[in-house]
């Protein structure tokens, strides 16, 4: 881990100790060089949007399908197609989305960056506001718009992250992300679909529901363990509960809409 996950890490359980170590002189400096690693290390984001997805969405499709139909086959048909329609569908939007963010920083970028070559003085003001805004003032104010603006590209990653709150975007971690997304979106899919491989229609969607509920609970647990360090119990229960309530939708729908067994 570096050291905001460690400073992250000491936080949760306060630990006075280890966020000393983490705030030396020396981690300070060492970690400001390779802030960007440490801001695109944590996955959990990416792996929680696929798998909660992926999870919820096909547990309503097998549990509408289920309650319109006794057919493990159909179920498990139903329950394949909508969990690779999901797993490439929501790696397609996670890759898109990703891109467009990159697209849109570089556009702001490009614009930014002509208007200090244009307007440099306006550029400036801008900088002058900013700072003003921090309490800064006279002569230190401006020594600081001095500063910033002797270099263009730290004046461009001023306006860039302060004036316009944007962050880069690798675009070599794009289709990784993507990926990961992806195969969360097909593993989340998959746990609610596999008790109607080995069991009947009824007794396999008790098992879907248990199965589902169980895991949508440790996986708020786990966020909240890692975010939060507190009200663990509470986000379990409030993920499983929106999880369960959004997937017993397909349900009654299919409840609505049930086959009559033929003869």
């Known amino acids: 881990m570096g050291r905001i996950d460690d400073a992250r890490e000491a936080f949760l359980k306060k630990d006075s100790q280890t966020v000393l170590s983490a705030h030396t002189e020396k981690a300070i400096h060492q970690a400001i060089h390779h802030e960007e690693k440490h801001l695109t290390s944590f996955n959990l984001p990416e792996i929680i949007l696929g798998g909660q997805d992926g999870l919820v969405n096909v547990l309503g499709v097998i549990l509408g399908v289920a309650a319109a139909t006794s057919s493990s086959q159909i179920v498990i048909v139903a329950g394949l197609a909508a969990t690779f329609a999901e797993s ?3 790696a397609a939007v996670a890759y898109t989305s990703k891109l467009a963010e990159a697209d849109y920083y570089q556009s702001e970028y490009e614009r930014e ?5 244009h307007v440099p003085t306006g550029e400036k003001e801008e900088i002058r506001a900013l700072y003003e805004n921090y309490g ?5 104010l401006e020594e600081i718009i001095e500063r910033l603006t002797t270099d263009k590209k730290i004046w461009l990653k001023v306006m860039m992250e302060q004036e316009l709150k944007l962050e880069p975007v690798d675009r070599k971690k794009i289709l990784p992300i993507a990926v ?7 593993l989340g899919s998959l746990i609610p679909l596999l008790p109607f491989f080995f069991l009947s229609v009824k007794p396999a969607i008790i098992f879907s529901l248990l199965a589902t509920a169980i895991t949508l609970f440790g996986v708020g647990y786990y966020k909240a363990k890692k975010t939060l360090g507190r009200q663990l119990l509470r986000q379990g229960i409030e993920m499983m509960v929106i999880g369960m309530a959004s997937a017993m939708v397909g349900y009654f729908v299919g409840s609505l809409f049930k086959i009559p067994q033929l003869p």
Do not use: Q, T
């Open 136 to 140: 800064f003032r006279g002569k230190i």
């Open 180 to 186: 990961l997304v992806g195969v969360s979106a097909l």
């Open 88 to 90: 490439i569908s929501m």
């Open 113 to 117: 960056k002509w208007e200090i070559d």
